[in-house]
């Protein structure tokens, strides 16, 4: 039987495509569509360099292919005619697929947002214009909407975990009560891998076996910064405040309209009930690291 043939637009170097090219490599062949070359790609993929913003320019990419899946968008955010010109990109990329008998796109999608997020953040509304037209296009798709992901080369955990180590205090933005549910990238990977297979479709929230508020997932990091670190405690105003201050000096570590996702308490829903793995826990992954 002829392999099966992916398109993985983003590639598998990054959070979320490092998690999924470890869960679909050697019974796929894939073909990566990104900028830079990847060693931690090599001989496992056909490497195609190119920007997502251009893709639609290259209908040959999916030639002989069966399945696309999208990994990548941009975090920063704005503006809107990037987002503009990539979800035009895209489609173009999926009428190139239509033509050419591509059967499946699957789309790491985000979580709802509040909706003066949605309407106003040209991050989400080209993101979601994008999907719902890829909603209409007759493939077969899946969106698979993460909550943050935690991965070796992570910007949550490990950002965190080194502020915290280097300032030994840390911002507790208002009381900590918002939620988050850290899913492990192979996790969201392996999901991918179960929409390959046509075990997993229309649009599926992801979240980690456990549930943290804040103020938890900010307790359980301390435990694993041998020094003494201290909450700082904030209102939500302030700490927009410095947010907005401190993305105007050029330090993104997060962005206004993250923080603003993150306290709207819309990150903590559960992992998906779908049969067949137990997800990895932030916990265990912590550990791992402790003894590394
Ligand atoms: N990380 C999270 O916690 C999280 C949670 C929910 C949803 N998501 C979604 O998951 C997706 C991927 O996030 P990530 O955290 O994996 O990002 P990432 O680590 O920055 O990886 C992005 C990948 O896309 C490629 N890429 C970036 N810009 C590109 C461009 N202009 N053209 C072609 N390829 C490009 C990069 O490779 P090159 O540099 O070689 O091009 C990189 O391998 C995004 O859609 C994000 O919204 C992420």
Redesign the pocket.
């Known amino acids: 039987m002829p392999a099966h043939k992916v398109l993985l637009?983003?590639?598998?170097?990054?959070?979320?495509?490092s998690g999924v090219l470890a869960e679909i490599a050697g019974r796929y062949e894939i073909r990566s569509?990104?900028?830079?070359p990847?060693p931690s790609e090599r001989g496992k993929v056909e490497f195609v360099s190119?920007?997502?913003?251009e893709v639609g320019r290259f209908p040959e990419l999916v030639r002989g292919v069966d399945s696309i899946v999208n990994?990548?968008?941009?975090?920063q955010p704005g503006p809107d005619r990037l987002f503009a010109r990539?979800e035009a990109s895209l489609r173009a990329l999926v009428s190139a697929a239509q033509a050419a008998g591509v059967e499946r796109f699957v789309q790491?999608?985000?979580?709802p947002a509040t909706s003066r997020l949605e309407s106003r953040t040209p991050y989400l509304y080209h993101?979601r214009a994008f999907e719902k037209e890829m909603g209409a296009s007759g493939l077969k798709v899946t969106l698979l909407?993460?909550?943050?992901?935690f991965a070796p080369?992570?910007?949550?955990i490990h950002v965190m975990l080194d502020l915290m180590q280097r300032h030994r205090r840390f911002p507790l933005f208002g009381d900590g009560g918002y939620h988050l549910s850290p899913i492990w990238h192979q996790d969201v990977g392996w999901l991918v891998g179960e929409a390959l297979e046509d075990r997993l479709s229309g649009t599926v929230l992801a979240g980690g076996p456990q549930r943290y508020t804040y103020l938890e997932l900010l307790e359980l990091l301390q435990r694993y910064v041998p020094q003494r670190v201290k909450l700082v405690r904030v209102s939500l105003p302030t700490g927009r405040l410095a947010v907005q201050f401190f993305n105007a000096l050029g330090w993104h570590v997060l962005y206004t309209y993250e923080y603003d996702w993150l306290v709207s308490d819309l990150l903590g829903f559960a992992a998906p009930s779908h049969p067949g793995r137990e997800f990895r826990t932030l916990e265990s992954f912590l550990e791992e690291g402790r003894h590394a």
Request: charged share 15%; net charge positive; aromatic share 8%.
């Open positions: 637009m983003g590639g598998g170097a990054g959070v979320v495509g569509y990104h900028r830079t990847a190119g920007d997502v913003g990994v990548v968008w941009y975090r990539t790491i999608s985000l979580p993101k909407q993460p909550s943050a992901i080369q992570d910007r949550l």
